[in-house]
Every structure is written in C-alpha cells, then in structure tokens.
C-alpha cells in the first residue's frame, strides 16, 4: 500500500478549503462582474478585463483539484505532477500580480502552501 505523509494529507485538506472558498467567491465575483464594473467606473478606476475572473476561476479550480487529489493519493506521480502544475500556476499569478501592480512581500506567502504540498509528495513513498 502507497504511504501518503501527515503533512501531504494536512496541506491537502487546507488546500480544498481555500480552493472551494476560492471556487464560490470567483464564481460570485463572475456574476458580480457588472456591479463591480460600475463601482470602479463610479471611482475613476480602470476595471479588469473579463480574462482577470475568469483567470482567478481557473487558478481556484486548479487549487481544488490538488487539494482532492492529494488526499486521494492514487499513485505518488501523479500527485507530483499535481503539485508541480499546482506551483507553477501559483508562480504564474504572482508573475501576473507582480507585473500589472508591482511586487508585494505578501506575494511570496501564497508560496508557502504549494512549497509544503510538493515537500509533502517528496515525504510519500
């Protein structure tokens, strides 16, 4: 039998919660899109493309499925591959984040779940 580590099935479960959260509030903010459009209209600000929510719908998908699938834990490889997507989408927003509003220290935080998840597929056998 394949042998998941603590910290896999720990950072798995805390995975899913912030990605359903992630998943209600983006599918929310979707149907909101108009209202919030308004609101920075109504502030002088320039709104996000469509592509912004819908980009933040798919990283929150992309959160979930990693989440599941960790806790499954089918087969070390594919939760590898699992973890590696699941790093490099999350490197990817804070290239997108970093380049349409300038670096904040508090970007390098949202690196620390997908660091312990990939640590914690390096703990499995």
Not at 106 to 119: A, E, G, N, Q
């Amino acid at each position: 039998m394949k042998k998941k580590s603590k910290l896999l099935h720990v950072v798995s479960i805390i995975v899913i919660v912030f990605g359903a959260l992630a998943v209600i509030s983006s599918i929310f903010t979707l149907l909101m899109k108009d209202l919030m459009t308004s609101s920075y209209e109504m502030l002088g600000m320039t709104p996000p493309p469509t592509m912004y929510y819908i980009w933040m719908l798919i990283m929150a998908c992309i959160e979930l499925a990693a989440g599941i699938i960790g806790v499954v834990y089918k087969s070390r490889k594919s939760v590898f591959i699992t973890a590696v997507v699941y790093l490099i989408a999350i490197v990817a927003d804070l290239i997108y984040a970093t380049v349409t509003s300038g670096f904040s220290i508090t970007y390098v935080i949202s690196l620390i779940l997908p660091i312990l998840y990939l640590w914690g597929v390096y703990q499995s056998e």
